[in-house]
């Protein structure tokens, strides 16, 4: 079958990756598209550390082709949206409904694919996405109304779970709230409706490329800056939430420059594992706060089948992320076009 594999010095689409067959609290995904998102890109140039060879992708939705023994949420001929959350479900983590700390989900690549002679092939974040059929963990497999596309169905497991979450879930934003949002991305994006969601009174989006202003606009943004010196000059006592969803510490910086009393600061972007920030500590007196956000802080079989029953209802834009829909075998293009700003998401599709 096809795939996107990494490994270690290049990327190449192949056709001769075979997956195992599920085994008990697993299921087999027949994938029908998978969003190109920047972490994807960043194991490939070493931001995040991962073993190779791995096939890459992780924000997938497809069918479910078969079950392993114990499932019973989920059947053959279901539509699925699949979470990279590979929780045990039994730990005092999970217990707490903080399935994203949960231990056993964090740093334990598998290996359920084999290539040609050359031996098993890492699944990167529990998932793969990039590949015509993949297995994962009961839990992460979240079924979906047959009614909406899988194209758009696939982003609910990275980009709406993180940028959404991290609103609703990370922090909280409440009615009237104000909300700055660094970076309009894919990651974004989400935050931007994830404000509007939550009922943000003023909601200002920070990108460099004036071109993303019409998208932020539409996603939920009442401003849009080129530079986040002008953001004192709408919000004069600053923000009630600042998100940074670029990865730069600088940013990481200005986000918390830009906070009001009790404000909080809240990092998505993913810089290199060794980056540090600095700030002024007298800056977080009147009780303002950093918070680091893992996943969006989401509860996938809850929050996947709620986000997808609020795009039905039409109060969550999913088909609006779909900037383009690649080929499998146009990895290539996706790539460059996702690396230069050209999508928003880019979707690949089997």
């Known amino acids: 079958m096809r795939g996107v594999v990494f490994d270690g010095k290049q990327v190449q689409v192949v056709d001769d990756l075979a997956v195992r067959e599920p085994g008990p609290g697993e299921v087999l995904v027949a994938i029908a598209a998978a969003g190109l998102c920047h972490s994807d890109l960043s194991v490939v140039d070493g931001t995040i550390p991962f073993p190779v060879p791995v096939v890459l992708g992780h924000e997938g939705a497809g069918v479910v082709e ?7 949420h989920v059947a053959p001929g279901d539509h699925v949206a699949l979470s990279t959350l590979a929780n045990c479900g039994t730990c005092a983590e999970c217990d707490r409904g903080r399935p994203t700390m949960c231990r056993q ?5 598998q290996r359920p694919f084999t290539r040609g002679t050359a031996g098993t092939v890492h699944q990167f974040a529990a998932n793969s996405a990039f590949a015509e059929r993949t297995v994962v963990k009961a839990v992460q497999a979240v079924r979906i109304p047959e009614d909406i596309p899988l194209e758009s169905a696939a982003l609910i497991g990275c980009g709406v779970l993180t940028g959404v979450g991290a609103v609703l879930n990370r922090a909280r934003v409440d009615r009237g709230d104000s909300v700055v949002v660094i970076g309009t991305g894919g990651i974004g994006l989400n935050v931007l409706q994830g404000a509007r969601l939550a009922g943000a009174l003023r ?3 920070v990108d460099a490329n004036p071109a993303k202003e019409e998208a932020a606009r539409q996603f939920g943004a009442t401003d849009f800056l080129t530079s986040a010196e002008g953001v004192k000059g709408i919000l004069p006592t600053g923000a009630d939430h600042a998100f940074e969803c670029v990865g730069r510490v600088e940013l990481i910086r200005q986000a918390i420059d830009l906070l009001d009393r009790h404000g909080q600061a809240v990092l998505l972007g993913v810089p290199p594992a060794t980056a540090e920030a600095s700030f002024l500590v007298s800056s977080l007196y009147l009780d303002k706060s950093v918070l680091g956000c893992r996943y969006g802080s ?3 079989q809850r929050d996947i089948a709620l986000y997808a029953e609020l795009y039905r209802q039409g109060h969550l834009l999913l088909d609006e992320l779909v900037t383009a829909v690649y080929p499998v075998e146009d990895f290539a293009k996706a790539r460059a076009d996702a690396e230069a700003g050209r999508v928003a998401r880019a979707v690949l599709t089997f």
Do not use: E, H, M
Not at 66 to 72: E, H, M, Q, Y
Not at 105 to 109: D, L, T, V
């Open 66 to 72: 078969a079950v392993g023994a114990g499932v019973t």
């Open 105 to 109: 989900a964090i740093g334990r690549p």
């Open 203 to 205: 909601i200002v989006a």
């Open 298 to 300: 989401s509860r996938p």
